[in-house]
């Protein structure tokens, strides 16, 4: 019994963030189709798999993580993005209003910045998303030579009401047209340019440039996540020796080490829960818990 209820406690998050999929899969069963239930399956049993063996092998933590990234983001942009057409960016929401369907876009959204976030942060940036797999194996190494730039809410925001105007126009010149080509053109070419913009970003301003100043997901999640019931902590701030290396170590720039000083969760709205900062503390200090 004692056996048991350790192995609960030890294998607790990924059994959480398994459990949380399953749900929202059955949910999306009952009002879609098998289809979602299989792909929400998928991924949190994989999460949950890959979160277990990080339990056991903690050194293999961020290549895990990447390779996870790697796996469900390359399959969900091969596999329904350009095979099936159908696009989890943001402004596929508007080319499915137009033609009255809720597809993978809206759910994307829902699901994935805000119905997750409340649990898990913006998780998603760090174990889906196929442009962060990008950011993750190229750019996100790039050290820009000026002083990283910070988000700016308004620039966010700003940016977000930009995309949806682009992207309002394109779907109603697509659902005029009935020319589908255009949706693959339109794919494609969204993504090409969020990998080419946030290249472009990374080298002036920093580690992950695209998600960490004007990711429109990004910018909806970060609503929820700063309430996120599992986040980041310190366990021990007192055995901090400050040599950095959790602030080196994050993507997103976030200042961790003042969360360690002062002992509290980080909390920062641009925090991906990618753990970085967990795999380079000397200490093990730092770790993801509610």
């Not at 049993?45 to 933590?61: A, E, H, I, M």
């Not at 990711?215 to 310190?234: A, D, E, N, V, Y």
């Not at 959790?246 to 980080?266: H, R, W």
């Amino acid at each position: 019994m004692f056996i048991a209820v350790e192995g609960i406690r030890k294998y607790r998050y990924p059994l959480i963030i398994a459990s949380i999929f399953v749900i929202i899969g059955l949910f999306m069963w009952y009002v879609r189709d098998v289809r979602y239930f299989l792909l929400f399956f998928s991924i949190g049993v994989t999460d949950g798999f890959v979160r277990s063996l990080v339990q056991n092998y903690p050194k293999l933590k961020q290549p895990l993580r990447i390779s996870l990234m790697v796996a469900i983001g390359g399959g969900l942009f091969f596999g329904l993005s350009i095979v099936s057409r159908v696009n989890f960016q943001f402004s596929q929401i508007f080319f499915d209003a137009y033609e009255m369907v809720v597809t993978g876009a809206l759910i994307q959204l829902m699901v994935a910045r805000v119905i997750l976030p409340l649990f898990a942060g913006s998780a998603f940036c760090s174990r889906v998303c196929w442009d962060g797999a990008f950011f993750e194996l190229t750019n996100s190494k790039v050290v820009s030579k000026r002083k990283p730039v910070k988000r700016n809410e308004y620039v966010a925001w700003g940016y977000l009401f930009l995309v949806i105007i682009t992207a309002f126009i394109v779907a109603y010149n697509v659902h005029v047209s009935k020319d589908e080509t255009i949706r693959l053109y339109w794919i494609i070419g969204e993504n090409l340019y969020i990998i080419i913009v946030g290249t472009v970003l990374t080298h002036f301003f920093g580690s992950r440039g695209y998600c960490r100043l004007i990711c429109p997901f990004l910018t909806i999640s970060g609503l929820f996540s700063r309430f996120s019931l599992i986040k980041i902590k310190p366990d021990n701030s007192k055995e901090c020796i400050n040599c950095n290396k959790c602030n080196k170590a994050c993507p997103m720039l976030i200042d961790v080490k003042e969360c360690v000083t002062n002992n509290m969760a980080v909390k920062s709205n641009t925090c991906i829960l990618c753990e970085r900062c967990v795999s380079s503390c000397p200490k093990d200090i730092l770790s993801l818990r509610g």
